[in-house]
């Protein structure tokens, strides 16, 4: 992924963070909620504010819990595997399973690894939810897959009709201003494709979204960014 996942200076503080970002490579930091320690370094799972409790390093989630539904189409994250399935997060209150029988390659028993890692962005659908909102993801059909490029924003899932905009007006009005490809998964993750400064144009354009959504005139907001 492509954006601020590059950057190699350690967040600090009690600073905004993305995913794939590098927080620390102090000895004996430990990861918390939102955290994975990949090759002794903490990376970052989620968008948040990054905290530090003592030796723990902690995101809090700028975004609302997701409630998965089946069908929904979503953005999810690698955070671990077994033999045979990859567990996903997808910003719900319980992580998704992936089976290997729902992925779009064929997987051999104990090479899940192979095919996805820890930390890996994936385009995917809710195949099922059960009573406790657990729930089982599919990598199999039209345009689901591994997002290998581009760069994922989170917004609290509620404003996503926001985003959207009335007969899909305000996505398109997003898409023009970076002149890139955007994806709007249920649970608030946002998939942006293009060249880095359409994609920072999006990016902020997005930052005032999640600032004023609640305000009117959002729309005047939104294509005065166009004549900046």
């Known amino acids: ?48 504010n990054m905290q530090k409790h003592g030796n723990t390093v902690t995101i809090e989630p700028l975004s609302s819990r997701y409630v998965p539904r089946a069908s929904d189409l979503i953005v999810g994250y690698i955070e671990g595997m077994t033999n045979n399935i990859w567990f996903v997060d997808i910003g719900a209150a319980f992580n998704a399973i992936l089976p290997m029988s729902l992925a779009p390659w064929k997987v051999e028993f104990g090479a899940v690894r192979q095919h996805l890692g820890i930390g890996d962005a994936i385009l995917c659908r809710v195949q099922e939810v059960d009573e406790t909102h657990s729930s089982v993801v599919t990598m199999k059909g039209m345009g689901l897959r591994k997002l290998k490029s581009g760069f994922i924003e989170e917004i609290p899932p509620h404003i996503i009709g ?43 354009a997005m930052d005032v979204i999640r600032e004023t959504a609640h305000l009117p005139g959002l729309n005047e907001r939104i294509a005065a960014l166009a004549t900046e």
């Open 1 to 48: 992924m492509t954006g601020d996942s590059t950057s190699n200076e350690p967040a600090s503080g009690s600073t905004l963070v993305h995913p794939g970002e590098r927080l620390s490579a102090e000895e004996g930091a430990r990861a918390g909620h939102g955290v994975r320690l990949i090759d002794g370094t903490l990376v970052a799972m989620k968008t948040g």
């Open 162 to 204: 926001k985003v959207v905009g009335k007969g899909g007006g305000m996505l398109q009005q997003l898409k023009s201003l970076g002149q890139s490809r955007m994806i709007i998964g249920q649970n608030g993750r946002v998939w942006i494709d293009g060249d880095q400064s359409g994609m920072s144009e999006v990016r902020e």
